[in-house]
């Protein structure tokens, strides 16, 4: 006998079976639109250090540091959105490097430091829970463990209800 015959023979897909549908189908459209905030709210987006002020106004003081990617170039590690490089803020980075050409400049990096002053988030995603926390970098496990706790209700639901709605009566 087909599943088509079997509901025939019952009385077809009455009320009883729309409501019992309808309590089942609802809560877990919300529960998926849940999940899928969890997407948008614990997305990482582009960041780097922000300069001291130390190092950006000394810079300034050059003519060949004029935007903020020359700053970030000349201060920023290379590859690296989770720290800048400590300068030798002396007059060789006033000065171009390459012979009076202008392309390369000969600040000398003494180190690599940490993002003392911040940092600067793109806007790909506006304010997430990691932009008003600062999840990023050091603090990153923390969001990926915000990401699996989210789970762990419904896995503990799952095996608590599964085994009490297969108890009979």
Sequence with gaps: ???DELLAKIGGFGRFQRIQFGLVVVPIMFIGMNQLDLF???STPGHRCLLDNDTVNYLRQSPNYTTQAELES???????????????????????ADGGAGLT???QALGVEG??????FGDEFGATVVTEFDLV???SIVATVVKSLTFVGPF???IAFGQLSDRSA
């Design 1 to 3: 006998m087909k599943f």
């Design 40 to 42: 948008f709210l614990v």
């Design 74 to 96: 000349a201060a920023l590690e290379p590859g690296s959105a989770c720290s800048r490089l400590v300068l030798n803020l002396s007059e060789a980075c006033l000065q171009p």
């Design 105 to 107: 400049y000969a600040c």
């Design 115 to 120: 993002c003392l002053d911040g940092r600067r």
């Design 137 to 139: 970098c050091e603090q």
């Design 156 to 158: 503990i639901g799952g």
